[in-house]
């Protein structure tokens, strides 16, 4: 079936560093893919997403392309803040599997000032 | 935007008892809900999509009869959890499908905690 795996954290990071959390995907379709943020005590927001090959979804400061040929959909952003610190999860979202999202497992992010 | 809202935000019930656990669509309607468990610092977990007028369909591993979901309504689903156990103690989360021209979004809830003593 369908599944999603991203780098296991916690990443811990000082203000203005540069920021990658890899995440790789297997889907029998052609899935879009998203990336969520689940800030202290909220619910989950999504962050960007990607519908198709070569898209690039971004938001806030934060990026990430749909790579086809590596299955792949790295989040980045250039220098990140104290107030980035969440959890981060990737997902997919497959019209094959009934449109429903498969989350991968998180990733903690704590940014120091 | 689409919002979500599910209510309660937080419960206690003593096991045994059951809880039901609302997640409305406010201002567009959602024939497909979906529900999630996310247990502490793990990811979410797809218990069973919720059809408008329709049985749920429960993923592999998750108790239908323990976990009563019901959407009986364009703007409405609910899940039962019954007779409680601590074990069941979690974070629920529900989210709605969004249909509209050229896309297809899921917008979600802000959680319901549920406690088991």
């Known amino acids: 079936g369908d599944s999603v795996t991203q780098m296991e954290g916690p990443v811990t990071l000082s203000e203005e560093a540069f920021l990658t959390i890899n995440c790789t995907y297997t889907?029998?379709?052609?899935?879009?893919l998203f990336w969520y943020v689940q800030y202290p005590g909220e619910g989950l927001q999504l962050l960007l997403k990607?519908?198709?090959?070569?898209d690039k979804g971004s938001n806030k400061g934060f990026e990430a392309t749909y790579r086809k040929e590596t299955t792949s959909f790295h989040l980045e952003k250039g220098s990140v803040q104290v107030s980035d610190s969440a959890v981060y999860f990737c997902a997919l979202s497959d019209r094959t599997g009934g449109f429903k999202t498969i989350f991968g497992a998180g990733t903690r992010l704590f940014v120091k000032a | 935007g689409a919002v979500v809202s599910q209510h309660p935000s937080r419960v206690i019930c003593k096991s045994g008892t059951s809880v039901k656990i609302e997640c409305r669509s406010l201002?567009?309607?959602?024939?497909?809900m979906f529900w999630y468990r996310q247990f502490p610092k793990k990811s979410l977990m797809l218990m069973a999509t919720?059809?408008?007028?329709?049985?749920?369909?429960?993923e592999q591993g998750v108790e239908k009869d323990k976990f009563l979901i019901n959407h009986a309504s364009l703007t409405l689903s609910t899940l039962t959890v019954t007779s409680a156990h601590p074990e069941d103690s979690s974070f629920y989360i529900c989210?709605?499908?969004?249909?509209?021209?050229?896309?297809?979004?899921?917008?979600f809830g802000p959680g319901t905690r549920l406690t088991v003593l």
């Open positions: 919720s059809n408008e007028g329709s049985k749920a369909t429960y």
């Open positions: 990607a519908t198709k090959a070569d």
């Open positions: 201002d567009f309607q959602a024939t497909t």
């Open positions: 989210s709605a499908r969004v249909q509209r021209s050229g896309s297809d979004e899921q917008f």
């Open positions: 889907a029998t379709g052609y899935p879009s």
